[in-house]
C-alpha cells in the first residue's frame, strides 16, 4: 500500500502545503530516520497559528522567523500551539515567549516541559500569554482536538478545511512511538479511531511528508497495529504468567535483534491495552490470558 502521496523522503524547504497552510520543516533533536520537525503556519480565519516549534538552536528559528515574515507578514499571529511535550516539539517555546505577545496553546503537562521559557520572560517583565488546553477546543475557525496516545496532553489540529495536523499521532516517515506510561496503547487506539470518525482530507504529520488522505494512514494504523495486538495476545499463555522479554521474544520474532529493546516497550503498551480491555491480567511479574 502506498500511503505518501508526495514525492517521498524528508521534505526540507518551506511550502504552501495547502491552502493557507505552510509547511516550515526544521531540524530538530528528533528520532531517526526524521532529522526535523514541521512547524505549520495555518491561516484560522484572517489570524495565523503556528503548530509546533521544535528547534531551540537560533539559525532553525531564524528559519522559521523568516517564513512568518514572508507568509504572514502584517497579518495577525493568533498564537503557538505546542502538540506535545516532547522536546523536538517544544524546543523554541523559549524564543517564542520573547518575541510575541500572542499565547501559547498547550496541555498542562506540555506546559511542565518548558519551565525556564516562562520563567526567564516573567524575570524580565514580561506577562507571557499561557492557555492551558484540557479538552478540545476552538482556535479561531480550527479546532484543537485532545488525542492522547503517543504522549500525554497531545492534541492535533483540525482546520477549516478538514485537514489534520496530526502532531505525532502519525509519521510520514518512521513509526510512532508509544512507550508507557507517557504513552498508552488504549487512548491511541481511541485517538485514531476518533478522527476516523471525522470528515477528514489531508494528514499532515510533524515529522516526514503528508497524505492526501488522513483517513488512509489512519486505516493501515489501525490495521498494524490491530495485528500486532492479536501477536502479543498470542505470545500470553492461559496457564502461566509471562514475563516482557518472554512475550516480547515471541510476539516480535519478526523483527531484528538490535530492535528488541524498543519493541519491548510497544509490547509493554499492547500487554497494558489486553489488560485494559479484561483480556489478560497481571499475574506477579508478567502477565496471564484469559481468554483462549
Ligand atoms: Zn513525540
Redesign the pocket.
Known sequence: MKLNQESGGEPAAVEEVAEGLIRVPLRTP??PPATRTNTYLVDVGGAWLVVDAGPSKASELERLDVAMRRFIGAAEVAGLLL????R??VGGTEWWVSSFSAPVYAHARTFEAVPKAYARATARGRRPKRVELVEDAEIGNATALFTEG??RG?FSLRTDASDVLA??LMAGLGT??VDPPDGDMSAYFASLRRLRDMPLRGGFP?HGPHDASAHDRIDAYIEHRTAREDRVFAALSLDEPRGLSAVTKRAYDDVPVFLLPMASRSALAHVLKLVDDGRAIAVGDGWRALEP
Open positions: 528528533t528520532l502538540t506535545h511535550h516532547h523536538d516539539h503517543h504522549a497531545h502532531g505525532d510512532i512511538v510533524a
